[in-house]
């Protein structure tokens, strides 16, 4: 089945830092990878998503690059915000079925 | 419109107690899916339908049992409760448009 790989497990920033998580996916059928937001008691919200026939997506300060070559994407997070602090998770589904996540990324924006 | 809705939020099990998770949705979604989330782990795949009548396993399904009844409910179930089963478990739906998570069900099993 498929496995998704996220890294860096924590990542500490500066106020109007720049953040960039990564994640490798191993099933080349997948074409569908949205990346949450989970915040401390809550449930995962989904804060971008991109489908493999688009390389790049943006959404104000949030972007997702794909490389379906070798099976990567990122998530760039620009100017950060104390808000930004949570917990975010990559996933990986064939067409919308099962989603595979990776294990997480716990996000800290020191003001 | 709830969305998803799940029952109970909080519950405390002795070792060997059965209990039953339930979730609702609204959205006339196909696909149902539970799963687990455990420290460091991320989100794991208990069980899954892909429509009224059918069930399938997931990542993680040892332990546990579910029916999907009727369209609109996804039941967990848990038949000899254990300690390792102490979680956090959402439930969700989706369809071509996206995925709808529960609030989830914090279990604790003593």
């Known amino acids: 089945g498929e496995n998704v790989e996220q890294h860096p497990s924590t990542l500490s920033v500066q106020e109007g830092d720049s953040a960039v998580i990564k994640c490798t996916y191993s099933?080349?059928?997948?074409?569908?990878f949205p990346w949450y937001k989970q915040e401390l008691g809550k449930r995962p919200q989904l804060i971008i998503d991109?489908?493999?026939?688009?390389g790049e997506k943006k959404d104000q300060r949030i972007a997702v690059t794909l490389n379906k070559t070798a099976k990567h994407f990122s998530l760039h997070i620009t100017e950060t915000q104390p808000e930004d602090s949570a917990v975010y998770f990559c996933?990986?589904?064939?067409?919308?079925?099962?989603?595979?996540f990776g294990k997480g990324t716990m996000l800290l924006v020191s003001p | 419109n709830a969305g998803v809705t799940q029952t109970p939020k909080f519950r405390v099990l002795k070792t060997g107690q059965s209990m039953t998770l339930l979730c609702a949705q609204d959205?006339?979604?196909?696909?149902m899916y539970w799963y687990r989330q455990d420290p460091g782990m991320g989100l794991r795949l208990i069980h899954y339908?892909?429509?009224?009548?059918?069930?399938a396993k997931g990542e993680v399904p040892d332990g546990y049992n579910v029916s999907r009844l009727k369209k609109q409910n996804f039941l967990l179930g848990l038949e000899s409760a254990a300690p390792s089963q102490t979680s956090v478990y959402f439930c969700?739906?989706?369809?071509?448009?996206?995925?709808?998570f529960g609030s989830g069900t914090r279990l604790t099993v003593v």
């Open positions: 969700a739906s989706s369809s071509a448009w996206g995925y709808t």
């Open positions: 099933d080349s059928a997948s074409n569908y």
């Open positions: 991109i489908r493999s026939n688009v």
């Open positions: 996933a990986a589904s064939i067409r919308y079925s099962t989603l595979t």
């Open positions: 959205m006339n979604h196909e696909y």
């Open positions: 339908s892909v429509g009224e009548g059918t069930t």
